[in-house]
């Protein structure tokens, strides 16, 4: 059995992330009843209070549901209410078959305006990042994207190489910072002038635009992103 390991990624986050995959796994078919939280606690020697925080997660994703008087079970995909993925840029390139790559246009550190200070949940006016890349498929401009975060939260990515890494990877992976959850915002709209002219259509053309906060430890926002895909690139795929 894996073991939670001490470290800065939450426990009660570590055992959602290990149950999940024993899910998925097969190892708990749907209609099973699920392992009780008094099991969970003796089997991998956490508090009620955390196993509760993981099976409440796992709950809220449709993975999971409690029935009064009965207990918890494992849900198939067509009970959970709404199921849906969006993936990252290149898991969408490299699905249809396109080499993703990426073009830095610019990289400024600046002080926040009232905007990014909300969404970053920091005081407006302090240093904060803004980096603008444009997203190819097979060396054709599909997507326009710029990104946001508090400089103090990683002033090294001013000196990476932005175009052969993956923004998202390096935070977690060589910096460290836990991404726990992610909120989306989605809506198809037209391009403006300047959009346009980098993803090469004319401008009004129909877009499509995805806005993700990212947040870390103690649900504070690490990351404000925004994408927006020409119309007729991007796919949204949903299962109820």
């Known amino acids: 059995m894996i073991q939670i390991e001490q470290g800065v990624i939450p426990r009660y986050y570590q055992l959602k992330e290990i149950l999940e995959k024993r899910i998925q796994s097969g190892e708990f078919q749907p209609g099973d009843r699920f392992l009780t939280d008094e099991e969970l606690c003796e089997g991998y020697g956490l508090s009620r209070g ?65 905007e990014v200070a909300k969404h970053l949940q920091i005081p407006a006016g302090e240093k904060t990042i803004e980096i603008i890349r444009l997203r190819l498929a097979d060396e054709k401009p599909v997507a326009y994207e710029t990104r946001y975060l508090a400089y103090k939260t990683c002033p090294q990515l001013m000196e990476e190489d932005l175009e052969t890494q993956s923004i998202h990877s390096l935070l977690i992976d060589k910096y460290d910072i836990p991404l726990i ?56 795929s949903a299962e109820f």
């Open 181 to 236: 959850r992610a909120c989306y915002t989605i809506e198809a709209r037209v391009l403006s002038q300047k959009e346009a002219g980098y993803l090469q259509v004319e401008p009004g053309s129909a877009g499509f635009a995805v806005e993700r906060v990212t947040y870390s430890l103690n649900d504070s926002p690490v990351t404000w992103y925004r994408i927006i895909y020409r119309g007729d690139v991007y796919r949204f």
């Open 50 to 114: 955390t196993v509760r925080r993981a099976v409440e997660m796992l709950i809220s994703a449709g993975l999971l549901r409690r029935e009064q008087g009965r207990g918890t079970f494992v849900n198939s995909l067509q009970q959970s209410h709404v199921f849906f993925r969006l993936g990252s840029f290149d898991e969408e390139m490299r699905a249809r078959g396109w080499k993703p790559s990426a073009s830095l246009l610019s990289r400024r550190a600046f002080p926040a305006g009232a």
